[in-house]
């Protein structure tokens, strides 16, 4: 079943922060996050794996609670590169099993 | 390495016509997955593989779609007959899937217009 992600659009002004949600109907192995660029193939970000853990990645982090089958984007102090669509993927084996993404976040940052 | 290379970039074709999409998958890589993607319907898992073997086609639309893996450097997808709903970027991603998990590295996409 398809993760569900909110908010479907954000728009920040540089140096504002944001977090994107996404939550699943079934039990959660894995958690994956990419970024997608206009007319661009989506680029690997984060893979969080049971246990609650964080992830960092530069100024973009994030967290997976497999009790309540949700994960979230932390993106601080924004920066204009990290306008695009973000995606959350999530599979019950690590990934082995493929990916299914949820319909993405829009996310724009004005200067 | 060059990545996940996909071809072609960018392919027209008629209502009815057979179409071929090819993917090289990243060396050592040892899965392979097939996505679409549309305004309306998002990155859809149409097909992956798993060692040069089809793990799940569950995503397959119809039987107009196939999909094969010779070897651990190349796959297709075939489209045939094709038709104007097909329309859609179709990525293909590969990944290393074993003790530890890695992300999916994706290919450029080919961007498939059905007239």
């Known amino acids: 079943q398809q993760p569900v992600q909110s908010p479907q659009a954000v728009i920040l002004r540089e140096g504002e922060d944001a977090v994107i949600n996404c939550s699943s109907s079934?039990?959660?192995?894995?958690v994956h996050w990419y970024r997608q660029k206009h007319g661009e193939a989506p680029v690997f970000l984060m893979i969080l794996l049971k246990g609650g853990e964080q992830k960092g990645h530069e100024k973009i982090s994030a967290s997976f609670n497999e009790k309540k089958q949700q994960s979230s984007l932390y993106l601080t102090a924004s920066q204009l590169s990290y306008s695009g669509t973000y995606f959350c993927g999530t599979g019950g084996g690590g990934g082995a099993d493929g990916l299914t993404f949820g319909k993405g976040t829009h996310l724009i940052i004005q200067p | 390495d060059a990545g996940v290379i996909q071809s072609p970039r960018h392919e027209v074709t008629e209502m009815g016509q057979e179409v071929t999409l090819r993917c090289k998958p990243i060396s050592g890589h040892n899965s392979l997955f097939w996505y679409r993607q549309t305004m309306m319907r998002g990155l859809e898992l149409l097909i992956y593989f798993n060692n040069n073997v089809p793990i799940d086609d569950s995503g397959m639309p119809e039987d107009r779609f196939s999909a094969k893996m010779p070897n651990a450097s190349f796959s297709t997808l075939k489209i045939q007959p094709s038709e104007p709903r097909d329309s859609a970027v179709y990525f293909c991603a590969s990944s290393f899937i074993g003790a530890f998990y890695y992300g999916y590295t994706f290919g450029s996409g080919t961007r498939l217009t059905v007239v």
């Open positions: 079934k039990a959660l192995y894995s």
